[in-house]
């Protein structure tokens, strides 16, 4: 079943410890509704502006959730929200891309190192009502993790 001209319910769903662990890893009708507004609003425009888009992460059922470590309340387990890359672009270019150019909920350059373009990867989510629009850098300190907003640009992180 395609979500957009590019991109697939099973792209979305696909998880390597769902297959190997048993677990069902697929949305009912409502939430295969929010993964076609993920893709048609975030997914899609970022495709044809970057080239391919390398889905690591989108829906995540409440056993998937729990069994990754993830909160039962992620934007994942909703169906609004998914994590990529695109292979050759920097991660903080294309996160300053879709901030500038697309109505999102939350965008999170997670993990990101300034100088490794390579680092890190992009969380985007899309609801239709009422985004948020927080733009935020995930990092560790001390083991945990913290979220810090984005103020001007991502590609200014020191």
């Known amino acids: 079943m395609n979500l957009s001209r590019n991109f ?3 792209e979305l769903i696909k998880s390597d410890t769902a297959i190997r662990k048993g677990i069902d890893n ?3 009708a409502d939430q295969v509704e929010k ?3 993920l893709c048609e609003n975030i997914l899609q425009p970022v495709r044809d502006h970057f080239g391919r888009v390398k889905v690591t992460s989108g829906f995540r059922s409440p056993e ?4 990754i470590g993830s909160s039962l309340t992620s934007q994942h387990s909703k ?3 998914a994590d990529f890359e695109c292979i050759g672009t920097d991660n903080a270019e294309l996160a300053d891309w879709i ?3 697309l109505e999102i909920d939350q965008l999170i350059l997670e993990f990101y190192t300034p100088g490794e373009p390579n680092s890190g990867w992009i969380h985007a989510s899309y609801i239709p009502y009422q985004p948020r ?4 850098h995930a990092f560790k300190l001390e083991g945990r993790t913290k ?4 103020i001007g640009k991502a590609t200014d992180l020191v």
């Open 8 to 10: 697939s319910l099973q």
């Open 26 to 28: 697929n949305p009912n």
């Open 35 to 37: 993964l076609k507004a």
């Open 64 to 67: 998937l959730c729990q069994a």
């Open 79 to 81: 169906a609004e929200a």
């Open 99 to 101: 901030y500038k150019n």
């Open 133 to 136: 629009k927080q733009f935020l």
């Open 147 to 150: 979220y810090k907003p984005i």
